[in-house]
């Protein structure tokens, strides 16, 4: 791949996993991740035995979304069952995701060295960041399978289009719908065989999950949809930093390809009020969205290579200061409580079956690779949840031992008032 042999997209690329495999480890250590990491954990290792039940979602994870195509981890948990090795997974997605787009756009014909800023403004994107930061979830691996897609479109190669085609409508229930939608596009647009290819088997995707779920009496856990939209100004500010990094690239594809991304907002948009307002630019539910806008930015700085050149500046502005992770200028890493981690360890070793409170999600999270683990359903009536990020730039240091000795107490590695509420210790 020629992308491999840029040296700035290499060296960014490895800067990349470095930098957020650290903060992830820190985020995970001080017992900071949410229910979702351990959920996966807990399906993937349960796989081993035939099964995708969780005691996060307290069903089997196949009921809830359409996500076969994970089964391909198993394997990886059940050699190494952490959470360390999910985060390592979603890190790796991601960064094989910034060559495969340099990559398709060589492809298009995009010299090498617009080819690889392109790279490396798909991951100072906030969204990047956000999905690669966050929870685990099958949308990380959005990116990378839609760029190898378009790859494999753009060099009408069918049979790998397909099989890449597959892992991502078997990734989650509404790439169905997406998948449909770009292969008709596909069809009128560049290859009529390949486009309607994919429409037969997005259809015959969605048919399938329809009847499995049909047969076991559940539904997908979706969300629901209103008539109206919902956090309006939030989607523009969305819309905003998701083309301020590729320098609004994007826009120069002209209004016919705008078209077809609009799907990809309408989700978003019409979405019923408890998902995330999407003014959070780091969920996993801009994935496809950010993965659409880099194709449209490879075409764009095709057209006009100009672009590129603003493309990093406008990246790094985007992480330090519109970014949804640690990198956002006033932010530090988490203090981690190695006594709270280790009692998160002997958990994740207990023989037996233990319910972790609601409020402790972050030793779900650790210990959830334990099949015997459970999560209660329902939070606590004296649950307490802690402060997002660490603000104090001398209380980080002081827990290093640099500069004068600070005493504050930690809830969930972000230090509190005195007195402050904290929770529970567990077990």
């Not at 969780?54 to 059940?78: I, K």
């Not at 076991?216 to 998701?242: A, C, E, M, N, R």
């Amino acid at each position: 791949m020629p992308a491999l042999r840029d040296r700035a997209l290499v060296g960014a690329v490895a800067a990349f996993a470095v930098i957020y495999f650290a903060l992830d480890l820190n985020r995970l250590y001080a017992l900071r991740y949410g229910a979702d990491l351990g959920t996966y954990a807990q399906t993937l290792v349960n796989l081993g035995h035939g099964s995708s039940w969780n005691y996060g979602e307290w069903r089997p994870h196949f009921q809830v979304h359409d996500s076969w195509s994970l089964a391909l981890l198993a394997p990886l948990l059940w050699l190494f069952p952490s959470a360390e090795m999910l985060l390592m997974v979603q890190v790796a997605a991601i960064c094989a995701a910034a060559f495969v787009l340099a990559a398709f756009a060589r492809e298009l014909g995009v010299d090498r060295r617009t080819a690889a800023l392109l790279g490396i403004a798909f991951l100072l994107t906030p969204s990047v960041q956000g999905l690669v930061y966050d929870n685990f979830s099958e949308n990380v691996f959005v990116p990378l399978l839609a760029f190898s897609g378009a790859l494999q479109a753009r060099r009408r190669a069918l049979i790998p289009l397909l099989i890449v085609a597959q892992l991502l409508l078997a990734l989650k229930e509404d790439e169905i719908l997406f998948i449909a939608w770009f292969g008709a596009a596909c069809a009128f647009f560049w290859d009529r065989r390949a486009g309607i290819a994919l429409v037969v088997l997005a259809a015959i995707n969605g048919g399938g999950f329809a009847i499995f779920e049909a047969a076991k009496h559940v539904q997908p856990h979706d969300p629901g949809y209103s008539i109206v939209p919902q956090h309006f100004p939030g989607t523009l500010w969305l819309l905003l930093f998701l083309l301020l990094p590729f320098a609004f690239a994007p826009l120069r594809i002209g209004w016919r390809a705008l078209v077809l991304g609009v799907p990809l907002v309408v989700e978003i948009l019409f979405m019923a009020p408890w998902t995330y307002d999407p003014s959070r630019i780091g969920s996993h539910y801009t994935a496809p969205l950010v993965a659409a806008a880099a194709v449209a930015a490879a075409f764009g700085v095709r057209s006009s290579p100009g672009f590129s050149k603003w493309m990093i500046p406008l990246g790094l502005v985007s992480t330090l200061f519109f970014n949804d992770t640690v990198l956002h200028l006033g932010r530090w890493p988490y203090i981690v409580d190695w006594n709270a981690y280790a009692r998160a360890l002997a958990v994740r070793q207990s023989p037996k079956t233990l319910t972790i409170p609601r409020d402790q999600e972050g030793v779900w999270a650790v210990a959830a690779v334990n099949p015997k683990i459970r999560l209660a359903r329902l939070p606590g009536p004296h649950a307490v949840f802690c402060p997002a990020y660490v603000r104090s730039a001398r209380d980080f240091f002081s827990s290093l031992g640099i500069g004068a000795r600070r005493s504050f107490r930690l809830c969930g590695g972000v230090p509190v008032a005195p007195g402050a509420p904290t929770p529970r210790p567990f077990p």
